[in-house]
């Protein structure tokens, strides 16, 4: 059959296969230079020029001849550059997204995770047996830690000029009562916390292994102004806050509609609700300008929709499920009024800001 068709069609579509593969391999071996310090290495390293894989093997300890492999891959994604003397650079754009974990908001946290195990994998193929996916807090520590990692680059460095922007600030600044939905281990949260002494907050998240986390990274940080609770959005108390946020977490919620329900009834009058959402359109031929399309869409399979699946009667919606006209109908469905959407410049996500 393969003689009858298009030899070149055959062979372009064969390499956008292949590439995949590619892709699979090369994520593996970022994986192992965030794990192994690599990164970090080399860009210490590079302060002082070009360096041989030598000099990497002796300021790591690492065996030589597997880190020159390594290093040879790496050139050849194009991630690192290596001159014909065999010497290589890893400048300030590779440091910015692969070695600054806490000053660079472009850190690619989310890219080192190495892909899930066979369990997992042999978890999700059965979901699409039964119907039925797999919580946060069934993929264990490893996922935990990945999302915090994950969100934790624009949550440090972006959240608070934000609230700034929508004017939350001087509300925040002067004392008030906050509580995080869906929060994870709360890194956001966590640094608000910090920053705002008058105000108190509250993590709110289902995955005990999630609020383990955050509890130890408020244990770390010594702060008295925030607590973690293990809790679904419905559990909140009624009329006991005065901000509300939800990150990133709606569209993973089997039931975002009751939570923006139980968010609205657990604010003071006058009170706000902040939330995070992906950038979508509802629109596949709209959304296909996106370059990464095709990895969102990998994303809802494999961690947003398994969420969202994980009870029965869900809305379903996915990774990009919550674009402004839906979340715009939820709010206005569960109370809210005057929802603002706001434009941050972060190219996968928007913000939203509704009052009561």
């Avoid at 290495?41 to 020159?68: C, I, K, V, Y």
């Avoid at 925040?172 to 907050?201: D, K, Q, Y």
């Avoid at 005065?242 to 006058?270: I, S, Y």
Wanted: aromatic residues 8%; proline residues 4%; glycine residues 10%.
């Amino acid at each position: 059959m393969a003689a009858e068709l298009d030899a070149d069609e055959l062979k372009r579509f064969s390499l956008r296969v292949w590439q995949y593969k590619m892709g699979e391999v090369v994520s593996l071996m970022i994986h192992l230079g965030d794990r192994l310090g690599l990164y970090q290495a080399m860009s210490s390293l590079s302060a002082d020029g070009p360096f041989s894989s030598q000099e990497l093997a002796d300021s790591t300890g690492l065996n030589h001849r597997l880190l020159s492999e390594w290093l040879l891959g790496q050139a050849a994604a194009g991630l690192i550059d290596r001159s014909a003397d065999n010497r290589y650079e890893f400048g300030q754009v590779q440091a910015a997204v692969l070695a600054d974990e806490q000053q660079s908001i472009v850190f690619a946290g989310g890219a080192f995770e190495g892909g899930p195990g066979p369990e997992t994998v042999a978890a999700l193929a059965d979901s699409f047996v039964t119907g039925r996916g797999l919580t946060y807090e069934e993929k264990g520590e490893t996922a935990a830690v990945g999302q915090a990692r994950t969100s934790g680059p624009r949550q440090r460095l972006e959240l608070e000029g934000v609230l700034g922007e929508v004017g939350l600030t001087p509300k925040i600044a002067a004392g008030v009562s906050v509580a995080e939905i869906g929060c994870g281990a709360g890194v956001g949260l966590i640094e608000l916390a910090g920053s705002f002494p008058s105000s108190v907050f509250a993590g709110y998240d289902p995955s005990a292994t999630a609020i383990a986390l955050g509890r130890s990274a408020v244990s770390d940080r010594g702060l008295t102004n925030m607590q973690f609770t293990e809790a679904f959005a419905s559990d909140l108390p009624a009329n006991q806050f005065d901000l509300v946020f939800a990150f990133d977490c709606l569209h993973d919620m089997p039931r975002p509609d009751t939570a923006l329900e139980a968010a609205r009834a657990a604010l003071r009058p006058g009170g706000q609700m902040f939330i995070k959402e992906m950038r979508s359109s509802g629109r596949f031929e709209t959304d296909a300008r996106n370059p990464l399309l095709a990895m969102f869409y990998g994303f809802s399979v494999s961690s947003c929709l398994q969420s969202a699946m994980s009870e029965p009667d869900s809305l379903a919606l996915g990774t990009l499920g919550l674009h402004p006209d839906r979340l715009n109908e939820l709010l206005h469905n569960a109370g809210f009024a005057d929802v603002r959407m706001h434009d941050s410049g972060d190219p996968a996500h928007l913000y939203y800001l509704a009052g009561t």
